[in-house]
């Protein structure tokens, strides 16, 4: 039992440079979500989705894309990177919203230059 | 739409002094509440919440927190911290159906 797998777990970007955030899960978990977390900021919420097929979007969600094909897996996408993307980034899932405890993944750590 | 707050950024305290660390939330319903903690340089971790019942909760580690709805808050609380309490701590917020929103983060650092 993994948990929550983020690849990768380090990541250097140019600006205007296009990459995706790997994140999958194999507890059969109904919500997931990606957060990026800055000094100061805390936790922000960038998207998130209830279920195979319905993504939402967060707090901060410019310049982030997601899908949810699968219960599993849940990507997020980077399509033009800017140096304000440079953060950690957690993917965390759990059962269903509201009352369920979150499983975060290690992290991502990337810097766009 | 649901917010936390967390009012101090960085709390220093002495080894074996007791902490209180704020959190006020808004929400328009029912909430279920949350304290996570972040040790150096890992990820994040439940350390207590609140679903329904007992307004005060505890964490196996001596953390406490109690709901207080009339003042919309969640402060976590520990009597006499160790050096391993050094950490960040952030509270969140959800209600049934909808997103889980972090607070801002509080780091604690032990003075010996």
């Known amino acids: 039992n993994a948990g929550v797998t983020q690849t990768p777990k380090f990541q250097v970007l140019k600006t205007g440079q296009s990459m995706t955030l790997q994140c999958a899960q194999d507890m059969n978990h109904e919500y997931m979500s990606w957060y990026r977390q800055d000094p100061g900021m805390g936790l922000r919420l960038i998207h998130y989705?209830?279920?195979?097929?319905?993504?939402d979007q967060g707090e901060v969600p410019n310049g982030y894309n997601v899908s949810r094909s699968t219960t599993e897996d849940f990507p997020l996408r980077l399509l033009s990177a800017a140096p304000s993307q440079t953060s950690v980034y957690f993917c965390?899932?759990?059962?269903?919203?509201?009352?369920?405890?979150?499983?975060f993944g290690a992290g991502s750590r990337l810097t766009v230059l | 739409a649901q917010s936390v707050t967390q009012l101090d950024s960085q709390v220093p305290v002495f080894e074996e002094a007791p902490v209180e660390l704020r959190c006020n939330y808004s929400s328009s319903v029912s909430v279920y509440l949350f304290w996570y903690v972040q040790y150096p340089n890992q990820g994040l971790q439940l350390l207590l919440k609140?679903?329904?019942?007992?307004?005060l909760v505890e964490s196996i580690n001596g953390f406490e927190a109690e709901f207080n709805k009339s003042q919309t808050s969640f402060h976590l609380r520990k009597p006499s911290v160790h050096i391993s309490d050094t950490a960040e701590y952030f509270c969140a917020v959800s209600s049934s159906a909808s997103k889980i929103i972090f607070g801002s983060g509080t780091r604690l650092s032990i003075r010996p």
């Open positions: 989705s209830v279920g195979a097929g319905i993504t």
């Open positions: 965390a899932s759990s059962l269903r919203t509201g009352a369920n405890v979150l499983t």
């Open positions: 609140y679903l329904s019942g007992s307004t």
